[in-house]
């Protein structure tokens, strides 16, 4: 099964919003609310920052928030930190009770 | 709260076998909760392998399956991930991850545990 389609890399400045899309497709994005997001620093493992499209578990910022239309889901990070820096994946479930995850967004704060 | 912890041999020669162990703490398997193992190639995305319930129900990625086998040991409280016919392309660095059933996220992760496949 392929990847679901996020952008290589993106970047903001300290204080500016970023958002990162994850591109589905009927199968998976686009029928479930299913959407998660995973925050992965060098070395380590991931770590979750948005279940179910828009929920957050508890301690994480609410300066991170998800959204969804249609196949494409969204994750907003918004008056950016040096913290920030890091790389994000999407995950969703698909309708043959599997997992994809997409190739991964290198955020870069300037 | 609690913690995952992946266990394996670093390194695989090809063609073998590779059998990784995720030993749960502060946390009982039975009490419900899916059980997954993913991987990470060197600076490539996560992927993932297998999900498993404690009743031993299984879900496998359709790449990876004719060569995976997930299992559950209630009374070790660990789960397990066996994978045949190694190549180059199985090394990666292993994680294993707690993930809420029906809802595919994954909210505790271990810190994974680098596997090598090389002669």
């Known amino acids: 099964q392929s990847a679901l389609t996020q952008p290589a890399s993106v970047s903001g400045s300290p204080g500016q919003s970023i958002t990162i899309s994850c591109t589905g497709t009927?199968?998976?994005?686009?029928?479930?609310?299913?959407v998660s997001w995973y925050q992965q620093r060098p070395g380590k493992a991931p770590k979750l920052i948005i279940y179910?499209?828009?929920n957050r578990p508890s301690g994480v910022s609410s300066r991170f928030s998800g959204s969804k239309s249609g196949n494409t889901a969204s994750l907003t990070i918004s008056g950016l930190q040096a913290e920030d820096e890091a790389n994000y994946y999407c995950?969703?479930?698909?309708?043959?009770?599997?997992?994809?995850f997409g190739g991964g967004t290198k955020l870069t704060v300037l | 709260q609690v913690q995952l912890q992946e266990s394996g041999p670093g390194l695989v020669t090809p063609s073998e076998t590779l059998f990784l162990t995720c030993s749960v703490s502060?946390?009982?398997?039975?009490?419900?909760?899916?059980w997954g193992w993913f991987r990470q190639p060197p600076g490539k995305g996560l992927e993932w392998i297998a999900t498993?319930?404690?009743?031993?129900?299984?879900y496998y990625n359709p790449s990876l399956k004719s060569r995976v086998t997930m299992s559950v040991d209630t009374s070790r409280n660990h789960f397990s991930l066996r994978l045949t016919s190694l190549t180059a392309a199985d090394t990666a660095v292993y994680f294993c991850?707690?993930?809420?059933?029906?809802?595919?996220?994954?909210?505790?992760w271990g810190k994974g545990t680098t596997v090598t496949v090389s002669s």
């Open positions: 991850a707690r993930e809420m059933p029906g809802e595919g996220y994954m909210d505790v």
């Open positions: 502060d946390y009982s398997i039975s009490n419900g909760y899916y």
């Open positions: 498993i319930y404690h009743s031993g129900d299984t």
């Open positions: 009927t199968s998976d994005v686009g029928a479930y609310n299913y």
């Open positions: 179910n499209v828009r």
């Open positions: 995950c969703s479930i698909t309708n043959r009770n599997t997992l994809r």
